[in-house]
């Protein structure tokens, strides 16, 4: 066991203290809400695109999916497939109407069809699952944290939720974007070393790994059979991925929020579609890392297959790398909460308090505002991190996470389609088919796999919208 020394400490420490100072750095100059949230809508697509990927696979790539092939196969890859085809139907469904107008959250959408109840009510949901999905996030990154410093878990969050604060709460969305870009190179250079280190660790190198995982069937990455518990099948990937990436990067404003920091909506598209495309090949090298993980450790049982990797890192690598990989690990963590905590403040500041307060058009106020929701939401999600402690035993943070998500995203789905696909139904025929939707998906989540959530809760969701919008009254109004 090699362990963390002090050259270790000086590179995470370093690699901490200039992130947040740099972030922090990149907010100068902020007039109002605009440029707090939405970067002045002016952002490069490129950054865009690479903090696109880095929010939404973060910690959980880096930890959590090494571990889901150390435990299985590479059938998850075939999630991406769908990935990708989902962003594609956002690109030209969902974002010209997005681009239509001025819109300061992808909520906004909904009131300008809707009404301002469905924009709130939507929002509200959007709050939930994002502070619940992400309080595991957070959880999952304290865990090499812990392991290194022997902190407790409460101790190892806090101190993770501080440092990403400081840096969102003066660098707005630019420091984030900008941030984000960087990190997701660092922790794709981390998986690439921990892919060299295990090359020389393992006896006979990659060639072994890849002969072993082969004969123990974990080599398989399509799953034809037809069974609706089973969460990784090609019906599933494809048709379920798709589906989730519709909810997901169509509706939830954790995403839409950077889509909307572009120059114009081809610039957007260009971002969407190309996350896409790195998406899959991130998810293929932490899926091959894992296979590497369990010739290493002889598939060797651990009380979770989120602390695999972490160990390895900790336990295996050369001084001053271990430092690098273990900045990765953060690097993931803090693009992911830093995403969070803005576009939960955006939503509060936009949805609910300007509306409430009667400020839609004044930036300096909903500058202040933001600010202030950016340090309540931060501490809320380190509470919901803590709280997830006594529920983590055995289980992978990254399928807890979108199952979470994917529970209510075929509601939203279902009522932007609504929204965007027909002008019948009204506010009350919206919200009536999300809560039919969500509630179905929440009875029937037993009965199947979550990358059947998003398409049986979205394809609900529609049909009772659309159907409550038929019956005379103010449901189709």
């Not at 709050?127 to 595991?136: E, F, G, I, K, Q």
């Amino acid at each position: 066991m090699i362990g963390f020394t002090t050259l270790d400490l000086a590179v995470l420490v370093l690699y901490l203290v200039a992130t947040t100072a740099w972030g922090a750095w990149l907010g100068r100059g902020q007039k109002g809400g605009t440029d707090y949230f939405l970067g002045s809508r002016s952002l490069p697509w490129v950054a865009v695109m690479l903090s696109v990927v880095a929010t939404e696979t973060s910690t959980l790539t880096f930890l959590s999916v090494p571990g889901v092939s150390y435990a299985g196969s590479l059938v998850f890859l075939q999630l991406t497939l769908g990935y990708l085809t989902g962003r594609i139907v956002v690109s030209f469904v969902f974002l010209p109407a997005y681009y239509r107008g001025e819109l300061t959250t992808a909520y906004a959408l909904l009131e300008a069809r809707f009404g301002l109840g469905a924009r709130r009510f939507t929002s509200g949901i959007f709050m939930l699952t994002r502070l619940l999905a992400d309080s595991v996030r957070l959880f999952a990154t304290a865990i090499p944290l812990a392991l290194i410093t022997g902190w407790p878990y409460p101790t190892s969050i806090a101190v993770i939720g501080v440092l990403t604060v400081i840096y969102t709460y003066f660098g707005g969305i630019k420091a984030v974007v900008w941030v984000d870009a960087v990190q997701m190179s660092l922790y794709l250079v981390g998986a690439i070393v921990a892919i060299a280190a295990i090359q020389m660790a393992v006896p006979g190198g990659w060639s072994e790994v890849i002969v072993s995982a082969d004969i123990a069937g974990k080599m398989q990455v399509l799953d034809f059979s037809w069974n609706l518990t089973t969460p990784y099948t090609i019906w599933a990937g494809v048709l379920g991925g798709a589906v989730f990436t519709m909810a997901s990067h169509g509706t939830d404003q954790l995403i839409v929020q950077r889509l909307l920091t572009c120059r114009d909506q081809r610039s957007a598209q260009k971002a969407l579609i190309g996350s896409g495309v790195v998406v899959i090949f991130q998810f293929m090298v932490f899926l091959v890392l894992g296979l590497g993980l369990w010739s290493f450790y002889g598939g060797r049982d651990f009380d979770s297959t989120d602390a695999i990797f972490a160990t390895f890192i900790v336990e295996q690598l050369p001084p001053g790398v271990t430092g690098l990989l273990i900045a990765g690990v953060f690097a993931a963590a803090m693009s992911s909460l830093s995403s969070s905590i803005n576009s939960l403040a955006s939503a509060s500041a936009y949805d609910y308090w300007a509306p409430f307060v009667g400020a839609r058009d004044d930036e300096a106020r909903i500058l202040r505002a933001g600010k202030v929701f950016t340090l309540i939401w931060a501490a809320l999600l380190i509470g919901g991190a803590i709280t997830f402690i006594p529920l983590s035993q055995g289980t992978s943070a990254v399928e807890v996470a979108l199952g979470v998500a994917a529970l209510v995203y075929g509601g939203l789905l279902g009522v932007f389609a609504l929204g965007v696909l027909t002008k019948r139904p009204g506010q009350r025929a919206a919200i009536f088919g999300i809560v039919v939707g969500i509630g179905t998906v929440t009875l029937m989540k037993g009965m199947m796999a979550w990358p059947w959530y998003v398409p049986v809760g979205a394809s609900v969701t529609l049909a009772a919208g659309w159907l409550a919008g038929m019956l005379p009254g103010p449901a189709r109004d």
